[in-house]
C-alpha cells in the first residue's frame, strides 16, 4: 500500500472520528441545563491534521448552530423568568445571570452576552416605570 494511500486512510479514520465526537457533543448541548454546560460541550478536540479544515466539516456547523439556538433558547427562559418577579427579584435575578450565567458567554458568544445585557437592562428599566406611581 502506497504512503499516500496510508494517509488518505489515517485522514479518513480522523474525519470520521471527528465528526463523531461533534455529533455526540450536539446530544449534551440539547441536554443542557445551563449556558456553562453548552459552552463546554462545544470544546470538541480537533486533532492538528483537520483543524484548518474543520470549520468545512458539516458536524461542525452543526454543533456551533445548535449551541446557538441553545443558548438562544435559555437566554430567552432567563428574561422571561424576569419579568415574572417582583422588581427586587428581577435586579437579583439579572444580578445572578451577568456574573454566574452568562460570563460563560464571553468570547465566543460575546454578542449574545450584550443582547442578554441589553435586554435585561431594558426589561429592568420597563418594571422601575410600572414600578413607580404616577
Not at 429592568?124 to 413607580?132: P, Q, V
Amino acid at each position: 500500500m502506497s504512503d499516500n494511500r496510508m494517509l488518505q486512510m489515517h485522514l479518513h479514520q480522523l474525519e470520521q472520528r471527528f465528526e463523531a465526537d461533534c455529533s455526540a457533543a450536539e446530544s449534551r448541548i440539547l441536554r443542557a441545563r445551563t449556558m456553562a454546560e453548552v459552552v463546554r460541550a462545544t470544546e470538541v478536540t480537533v486533532r492538528p491534521e483537520l483543524r484548518a479544515m474543520s470549520r468545512h466539516y458539516p458536524g461542525y456547523r452543526r454543533m456551533k448552530s445548535a449551541a446557538e439556538r441553545r443558548l438562544e433558547q435559555l437566554l430567552k427562559e432567563q428574561l422571561e423568568a424576569m419579568k415574572a418577579l417582583p422588581l427586587a427579584e428581577a435586579e437579583a435575578l439579572f444580578s445572578h445571570y451577568r456574573r454566574q450565567e452568562w460570563q460563560s458567554l464571553r468570547g465566543t458568544y460575546a454578542s449574545l452576552y450584550q443582547r442578554g445585557d441589553r435586554a435585561g437592562q431594558r426589561l429592568l428599566h420597563d418594571l422601575r416605570g410600572a414600578a413607580s406611581p404616577t
